[in-house]
Nanobody, 128 residues
Framework: QAHFVQSGGGSVQPGGSLRLSCAAS????????IGWFRQSPGKEREGVSC????????LYARSARGRFIASRDNAMNMAYLQLNDLTPEDTGIYYC?????????????????????WGQGTQVTVTD
């Protein structure tokens, strides 16, 4: 089944940066938004960011605002999430998924309906 293939992630110290990538395999991303989500230990899954189909703008969860940057390259069928100024609270498994429509809607933190083509997830660990 067509899905995203994720790469990036790893282990960094607080204040560090990482770049996550999602490569679409078997489908085109061009006309739909892309969401980023994370599952942190002991916490429920939460939305982190959503970028619209043509990268007109990106929305962020409050916890990510000002630190994370979502981007995409429709020609390359790729999406990216730049993680900056990381804290231990950012530790978790990060996922990308294809949104149900070109626009992003709903509270970023809790909107999951309609997202598909989920990536396999990539671990981000922030620790001293």
């Amino acid at each position: 089944q067509a899905h995203f293939v994720q790469s990036g992630g790893g282990s960094v110290q607080p204040g560090g940066s990482l770049r996550l990538s999602c490569a679409a395999s078997g489908f085109l991303i061009g006309r739909r938004s892309i969401g980023w989500f994370r599952q942190s230990p002991g916490k429920e899954r939460e939305g982190v960011s959503c970028i619209t189909a043509y990268a007109a703008h990106a929305l962020y969860a409050r916890s990510a605002r000002g630190r994370f940057i979502a981007s995409r390259d429709n020609a390359m069928n790729m999406a990216y999430l730049q993680l900056n100024d990381l804290t231990p609270e950012d530790t978790g498994i990060y996922y990308c998924a294809l949104g149900p429509q070109p626009a992003c809607s709903g509270p970023i933190e809790t909107t999951f309906d309609g997202f598909d083509r989920w990536g396999q997830g990539t671990q981000v660990t922030v620790t001293d």
